[in-house]
C-alpha cells in the first residue's frame, strides 16, 4: 500500500467539514446540496413520517432479500412519476424500471449497460458528453464504468448567465453518430438553467437527425416548479417523440430520503421484446454490483406512490419545498437590489430548482468563506435550501462586500 496515491476530497464534503469546524457565530452553509427547513434543519417529509409508521405496523413485511432488480410494487409504482399515467410507452409496455441505489446508482448501471452493450459489443471508446459544467460525480460514473471519451458540451453562457444554446445546439451537430449525450431533466445543476420547452423541441430534433443516445439524469423532479408534471415535460416529450432512453430518477431529493439510496433507472425501449432482453442483462449487471437492493426507501416510496391520499400529501410536501426555494429567490434578489450591489441579480429568479449559480468569481467566494464565514462551492453554485429568514439579510450584505471590495 506504500504505493495508493491519497485521493483528494470531495469538494463539497470537505466545504461541509470545514464548515462545522468554524465557530463564527454567523456562518452558513449554502454548499451541501440537501433541503434545509427555515430553521435550517433537515426535514423528514411528514408523509414519509407517516408511511414509516405504517410499514412499521404491518406484519406482513420482512427481511427478506429483494429480486435483483428491485421491489415489485417499487418498479411498478401506479402513479408512474417520471413519464405519466397515461404515457403511451408504459402501455405499450416498453417500459421496464431497475431499483438502483440512488440517482447515482441508477446512473452507473445505466452507464455501465451502455459500455457493455449498446450500439454493439464494448462501447468504451462511444463519446459521452456532459453539459459543461454539471455535477461533478458524471464524469467519474461514466469513466468508472469504463468509458474513455468523456467530453463537455456547451451549456453555460458566463456572459449571460444563462443557456447557450447555440454552442449547445452546435456539439450536437458535431458530435459524431451514436454518442451519448446526459441532459438533466430539470432544475440543472450547478447553474440552475434550464432549456424551455421551445429549446427541448430543437434540442431533441437535433439528437433525432443525428442518432445521438439520451441519458436523461432526473434528480430534482417537483423540485423545479413544485410540480411533478411540469418538471417531466422534457422527458414525457423526448419519449413522445420515440425515443429509446434511459432515465435515472432520484428520490433522495423529492422524498428527503438522501441516506435511504433510493433511484429507479427507466428503460424506454422501442418494443416489449427489446426490453426484455435489456432487463436480463441488467440483472447481470446488478448482480454483481450490489446483488440485491435495500427496501425500506422503496417500500416508502411505493407505499406513497401506490395510495391516491398518500399520492397527494406527498405532492403538497413537495410543494412546501419547492415553495420555499422560490420566496429566498425573491427575497435573495430583492436584497441585493435595495443594496444597490453591481451587476444584475435577475437570473437569481429565473434559475429554479436547489441552486442558483451567483456569478461570485472564485476570489469572491474565498472572501465569502474566510471573511463572511458563508460557505459555497468555488463555482460560485448556492444552495438556495441554506438561505433562511434569519440569515439572508447576512448573506446578501456578505455577496454585497464580496462583488465590492474583490474584483
Ligand atoms: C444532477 C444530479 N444527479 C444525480 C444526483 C445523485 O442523487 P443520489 O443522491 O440519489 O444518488 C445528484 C445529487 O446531488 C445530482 O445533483
Ligand atoms: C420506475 O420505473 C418504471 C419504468 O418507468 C416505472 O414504471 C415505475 O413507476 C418507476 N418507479 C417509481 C417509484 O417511480
Ligand atoms: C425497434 C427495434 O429496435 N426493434 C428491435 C427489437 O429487437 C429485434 C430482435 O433483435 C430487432 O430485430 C429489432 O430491430
Request: net charge neutral.
Amino acid at each position: 500500500t506504500r504505493d495508493v496515491p491519497q485521493a483528494p476530497p470531495v469538494a463539497v464534503f470537505k466545504l461541509t467539514a470545514d464548515f462545522r469546524e468554524d465557530t463564527h457565530p454567523q456562518k452558513v452553509n449554502l454548499g451541501v446540496g440537501a433541503y434545509r427547513t427555515d430553521d435550517c434543519q433537515p426535514w423528514v417529509l411528514p408523509v414519509v413520517k407517516k408511511v414509516e409508521r405504517l410499514i412499521v405496523e404491518d406484519e406482513s413485511l420482512n427481511h427478506e432479500y429483494l429480486p435483483i432488480l428491485g421491489l415489485p410494487e417499487f418498479r411498478s409504482a401506479a402513479s408512474k412519476v417520471a413519464l405519466g399515467d397515461d404515457s403511451p410507452a408504459i402501455k405499450e409496455n416498453r417500459v421496464g424500471g431497475v431499483q438502483a441505489l440512488g440517482g447515482t446508482g441508477a446512473l452507473r448501471i445505466g452507464a455501465e449497460f451502455l459500455r457493455r452493450w449498446y450500439n454493439g459489443v464494448n462501447n468504451a471508446a462511444t463519446p459521452v458528453y456532459v453539459s459543461a459544467p454539471t455535477w461533478e460525480n458524471h464524469n467519474g460514473v461514466f469513466a468508472d464504468a469504463g468509458f474513455k471519451d468523456i467530453r463537455p458540451y456547451h451549456y453555460w453562457d458566463a456572459a449571460q448567465r444563462g443557456l447557450d444554446l447555440t454552442g449547445f445546439l452546435d456539439d450536437l451537430e458535431k458530435a459524431p453518430e451514436y454518442s451519448i449525450f446526459v441532459l438533466h431533466a430539470c432544475a440543472h445543476n450547478p447553474t440552475g438553467t434550464d432549456p424551455t420547452q421551445e429549446e427541448w423541441k430543437q434540442i431533441a430534433e437535433v439528437m433525432k437527425r443525428r442518432k445521438l443516445y439520451v441519458f436523461f439524469d432526473s434528480a430534482y423532479q417537483g423540485f423545479a416548479s413544485g410540480s411533478l408534471e411540469k418538471d417531466a415535460w422534457a422527458i414525457r416529450f423526448f419519449v413522445s417523440e420515440g425515443f429509446e432512453l434511459f432515465i435515472a430518477q432520484s428520490f433522495s431529493k423529492n422524498f428527503g430520503l438522501y441516506n435511504e439510496r433510493v433511484g429507479n433507472l427507466t428503460v424506454v425501449s422501442k418494443d416489449n421484446e427489446n426490453l426484455t432482453r435489456v432487463l436480463s442483462q441488467m440483472e447481470k449487471i446488478v448482480r454483481t454490483t450490489w446483488s440485491n437492493p435495500p427496501s425500506q426507501g422503496a417500500r416508502i416510496v411505493s407505499k406513497t406512490l401506490n395510495s391516491p391520499e398518500l399520492f397527494e400529501e406527498w405532492k403538497g410536501n413537495v410543494k412546501t419545498m419547492a415553495d420555499r426555494v422560490l420566496l429566498m429567490r425573491d427575497q435573495l434578489k430583492a436584497k441585493l437590489q435595495a443594496l444597490g450591489t453591481p451587476g444584475t441579480w435577475d437570473h437569481i429568479t429565473q434559475q429554479i430548482g436547489m441552486f442558483s449559480f451567483t456569478g461570485l468569481t472564485p476570489k469572491q467566494v474565498e472572501y465569502m468563506i474566510k471573511e463572511k464565514h458563508v460557505y459555497l462551492m468555488a463555482s460560485g453554485r448556492i444552495n438556495m435550501c441554506g438561505l433562511t429568514s434569519k440569515n439572508i439579510d447576512y448573506v446578501a450584505q456578505s455577496i454585497h462586500e464580496a462583488v465590492t471590495k474583490v474584483q
